[in-house]
């Protein structure tokens, strides 16, 4: 089992009205909400929960990318990225992800991430992502071209860390007369790819064509084993080979405490506030005109009834992972077997929740869960060594 | 064949199927629909159909159809439309075109003023207003069909609690238009291009436009050299949904000046 730290940055005073007076808490949320000295405060509060991953032995922390909003404050993951490559000292640290349909320069995050996977001693996972409905907005990008963005701006990234440069790229969004980067990454052929997805039929297909392992996050159990299923079903299928364990995450809210209505009482406002007040992406900012072909647009239509009938968005697939530390471990364990996922993601921090109750959670599962997880001792990277050191 | 008939036929035009609605009697015309669904053969181009052989095509990507890889922007569809009148026979037509087919229409005349023998721009986009559109794409379908005309029927295009398939038929139209002007919403080139129009122009607009008020009717009117606008009472932005008998009096009014 890999073991990965996820967050997402919220900011934790969105407007209670924020749906009523402002229709999302993104795109549109005005950004004269942020406090940037309570910003510089929460910064350095999730750095510190991030480094603490890597110092109790998660194998990866996680940063990823959203714009203009109040749900995820990293608009650029890579700076966040390289905040954790002096802050960590061997966790890996992934990218989920870049969102390289986004780039009107795509080569910019193969330059990005070779930095970073240099100066971490090669411990970068390179996710790559679209980028969900919302950016488009926020970014003035079509979003009817944005799969085909993604598949060239993935193609040219790739080819220009394994391919020796100079070389011309001649695609139908990108034409460079000189693809050449530097620095190449460490990691040989490159940094091992990760794509968050939202399940659609053709980035299952896709991830599964190029073995990449994939994660969706917020759904519930069958709905993830439905995706996973699908994917499996393309490699085996179109692709000739069996998908393992590896090749899958499994996303999930955590929080250990002494015993479970104590746990379930300390979560339930903080998962509130990230329903009621983060999540509020109504459907045309979610899936604008043309982010999906007619069929994945169909089923999204059905999906958005069904979590508008549920009352918002799952944060823990399966049997939920908030209770005291044998709970957890246990259902841990069952859930990832359930969806056949080799990788945990785990988010602790969720909306509101402030520091000392995230830490709490993590020092209790470091101490009571984490020794008796079925783990392999972590990897070091492609170096082997931490590349820049961390501060004493 | 009589009023209020016509047929509809899908004609291959150098590899991409157009679908086309044509009717009537008298000298060509080609109609460029707007947005909102409005595509299909309705009340104004039965009016039409009483003093002209109206041709109304659906854009690439509108109705149901495949948008193609290479429209990139509305020059790509006013070639497109040069390679239309080419396949349908028709010389120089009166172009009408509302709202983006107006702007379409502008790009035709522009890009091929020898093929357009007279331009009707309905509630047209394209010139950069004064102050922004409202952004149609970041609202829910009711309330952006709700911009453009109340007898559109706005409740059934509800994602949430209308009719599925007819909410993705309209956010498919929206795709199709998305590729034209999410990333900007007017044609910064409109000035510079408006005296290749040799076509004589009108302008019809809707005087309960929300989208555009109808002060930039007189604007669009001044820039292209055209008459005052005829602004059309109780209409919405899509006039020829609002008042199809107005606009067709101002079409044919247009057409007696030609000849």
Known sequence: MQLYFFHLMPWPHIDPEVREKYGSSWVVYPNSEYDPVEGSRLYNQYLDQLSFADQIGFDAVCVNEHHQNAYGLMPSPNIMAAALVSRTKQARIAILGNGVAMRRNPLRVAEEVAMLDVMSGGRVISGFVRGIGAEYHSLGLDPTTSRDRFFEAHDLIVKAWTTPGPFEWDGRFFHYRYVNVWPRPLTQPHPPIFVPSQGSDETLEWAAQHRYPLACTFVPMERLKAFYDRYRSFASEQFGYDAGPEQFGFTSLIHVDTDEKKAQAAVEPHVRYFIERCFVLPLPIFFPPGYTDAGSYRRRVTIAREVAASGGPTLNAGAPLIGTPEQVGERLVANLAEAGAGTLLAQFQVGDMPHDKVMRSMELFADKVLPYLPREPRAAGAAGSAGISPPA | ?259
């Open chain 2, 1 to 259: 064949m009589g009023i209020g008939e016509h047929r509809s036929s899908t004609v291959d035009v150098r590899g991409t199927p157009v679908p086309i609605a044509s009717g009537g009697d008298g000298p060509p015309l080609l109609f460029l629909h707007g947005e909102g669904n409005t595509w299909p053969w309705r009340a104004v181009h039965d009016e039409l159909a009483h003093h002209f052989e109206v041709h109304a095509p659906v854009h690439p990507g509108f109705g149901g159809t495949h948008l193609p890889e290479w429209v990139t922007g509305m020059a790509d569809l006013a070639y497109h439309y040069v390679d239309v009148l080419d396949a349908l026979g028709l010389d120089r037509p009166v172009v009408v075109g509302e709202s983006l087919g107006g702007w379409l229409a502008f790009r035709l005349a522009a890009q091929r003023p020898d093929r357009v023998s007279g331009l009707v721009l309905i509630g047209s986009l394209g010139l950069q207003p004064a102050t922004p559109m409202p952004d149609l794409f970041i609202k829910a379908g009711p309330e952006a069909l709700g911009y453009l005309s109340d007898r559109l029927d706005a409740r059934a295009v509800d994602p949430l609690q209308g009719d599925a398939e007819a909410a993705t038929d309209l956010w498919l139209d929206q795709a199709a238009q998305a590729r034209l002007m999410w990333e900007r919403p007017y044609d910064p080139t409109w000035l510079r291009l408006a005296h290749h129009v040799r076509a004589p122009t009108r302008v019809i607009w809707g005087a309960a436009d929300r989208l555009l008020p109808p002060d930039h009717a007189t604007r669009l009117a001044d820039v292209m050299g055209a008459p005052p606008p005829t602004v059309v009472a109780g209409a919405g932005h899509l006039v020829t949904v609002d008042a199809p008998t107005d606009v067709a009096a101002a079409v044919t009014d247009l057409a007696g000046e030609i000849a």
